[in-house]
């Protein structure tokens, strides 16, 4: 192997890497070939203690820094990751299986943009002076105190760094515990920020399967748990949380609806259409999966849909030419060829794709269903893989309360050239971020989550302060104090 995948250790703690190798082994497999390519440790409960209390102990002489001073180290930081960006998505691709042509512009670039937008930000948080005439009140904003967050397998170097950068930069502790299935990026965002300058204790890795994650989110001294991941797991991590009345981000699931009308720009709409299924291999929580197309155009949508499909290059991640890649894991990948089977036997036409490729590594044709009907499995479930449903519709209204009738409320989409119509179809989805001729930009100016069973608070942009800081009120008599005795 041209490049060293193995870590120095497993976790990160205290400002450096941790083992204990009485943790169950857990094997890091490369999805382009299936092969280990490197071993981590679940953390025993000796880590998470460490973890825990090195997070506790460091929080409160960073929460003391002023906030142009944690800006600049989080700034640095994402100087850091822009300059080691190939390196840093070559271990991507090798963690995720997502090619190198997309690793290279979206994740640790995301990540370094997180870090600059909130450490940009770090310095302007104020409180507020409210005058209630002769005497006052004033609000500090204070942070949470030990926050953690938990991953997805999908993005691990950009969650990492959605949940840590606004975290550090309201004066929190953070613990990160990466998807037992992509352990390996997040301990290089910890060496980043510990390089850039960040105390020992702030940002801590630990590895695990769900019950690491639950010690974490059970623990009293933790105050806040941001989770990224489906909706059965946000039940529960949700429910744990709430039981010692937690602050909570819950950025989960969907099955996103995006509604292509018949006076669409053909050509952008199908754009859209694979921007929202195909890329990572369809492994995005906010794709547009239900593809509402209206009944006049369906034909040349999918003409033209299959056509640029041909296009797709499958083939080693690494390689820069490829365009799409294999799917994270042999598990997930059954998962979808079960689905695949279940759309078939629903009656659902399959267009293109549906098999496995025949090559080492996890991969799966691109697949698209029409004829899809509201009932199927494939159109009510998150599939979570390369799999598009295309339905019929007719009008304006019907379409509205199909693509709202579901539990989910991630992400919407809508191409039209009617602006009134685009505004109108935007105001009417019932989710958390919605797109108007386009699909699945994620700027960090812009909050980003769910509205439903998709998620609780936002991640990104400004919005992201309110959930990592909570504010004080002081109130301040200038007056005698006016007792009943
Ligand atoms: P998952 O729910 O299986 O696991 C997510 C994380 O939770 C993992 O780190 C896992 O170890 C941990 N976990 C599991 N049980 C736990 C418990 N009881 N307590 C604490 N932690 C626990 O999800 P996944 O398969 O890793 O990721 C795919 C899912 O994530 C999809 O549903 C996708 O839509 C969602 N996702 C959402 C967003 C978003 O921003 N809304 C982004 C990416 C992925």
């Given at each position: 192997m041209p490049y060293d995948t193995q870590p120095a250790a497993s976790h990160f703690i205290d400002g450096a890497y941790v083992e204990d190798r009485d943790g169950t082994p857990i094997d890091v497999i490369y999805p382009a070939t299936g092969k280990v390519i490197a071993r981590v440790h679940a953390a025993t409960p000796a880590i998470v203690e460490r973890a825990i209390a090195s997070a506790k102990r460091a929080q409160s002489d960073w929460a003391a820094l002023s906030g142009t001073e944690r800006g600049r180290i989080l700034r640095r930081a994402a100087d850091l990751m822009r300059a080691r960006n190939h390196d840093l998505s070559v271990l991507e691709t090798y963690d995720t299986g997502k090619p190198y042509q997309e690793t290279s512009v979206a994740d640790a670039t995301s990540g370094a943009d997180a870090l600059e937008y909130f450490g940009g930000l770090a310095a302007t948080l104020t409180g507020e002076h409210i005058q209630l005439g002769e005497n006052w009140v004033y609000t500090r904003r204070e942070p949470l105190g030990v926050c953690v967050g938990i991953g997805a397998w999908n993005y691990p170097t950009q969650i990492a760094c959605w949940k840590g950068a606004p975290a550090l930069a309201c004066g929190n502790a953070v613990i990160f515990k990466p998807s037992e299935t992509t352990p390996l990026c997040a301990l290089k965002v910890a060496e980043m920020l510990v390089e850039a300058g960040l105390p020992a204790g702030l940002f801590n890795v630990v590895q695990g399967m769900g019950e690491v994650g639950n010690a974490l989110v059970t623990d009293s001294r933790v105050d806040k748990v941001s989770l990224t991941g489906s909706v059965p797991t946000g039940r529960k991590v949700y429910a744990a949380a709430a039981e010692g009345i937690k602050h909570v981000t819950m950025e989960l699931g969907g099955k996103s609806p995006l509604i292509v009308f018949e006076d669409a720009d053909i050509e952008n709409a199908v754009g859209g259409a694979i921007l929202g299924n195909f890329y990572s291999s369809g492994q995005v929580c906010s794709n547009g999966t239900r593809v509402f197309v209206h009944r006049a155009i369906k034909e040349a949508f999918l003409a033209r849909l299959t056509e640029r499909l041909g296009n797709a290059v499958i083939g080693d991640p690494m390689d820069p030419a490829v365009s799409f890649g294999p799917m994270v894991s042999q598990r997930q990948r059954d998962i979808v060829l079960d689905y695949i089977a279940k759309g078939q036997e629903e009656g659902a036409r399959l267009v293109t794709g549906g098999k496995a490729v025949d090559r080492e590594g996890f991969y799966l044709e691109p697949t698209v269903f029409a004829d899809v009907t509201d009932d199927m499995k494939i159109a009510r479930?998150?599939?979570?893989?390369p799999v598009m449903a295309v339905l019929d519709f007719e009008d304006e209204d019907e379409v509205m309360a199909r693509a709202n009738d579901t539990e989910f409320g991630l992400a919407a989409g809508v191409f039209t050239r009617d602006l009134a119509r685009a505004h109108r179809v935007a105001a009417r989805f019932e989710a958390g971020t919605c797109y108007i001729n386009t699909y699945n930009d994620a700027p960090v100016e812009a909050p980003f989550g769910g509205a439903k069973s998709s998620g609780v608070g936002r991640e990104n942009s400004k919005a992201a302060i309110e959930h990592y800081s909570q504010l004080k009120s002081v109130f301040v008599r200038m007056d005698d104090v006016d007792a009943p005795f």
């Open positions: 479930e998150e599939i979570f893989g």
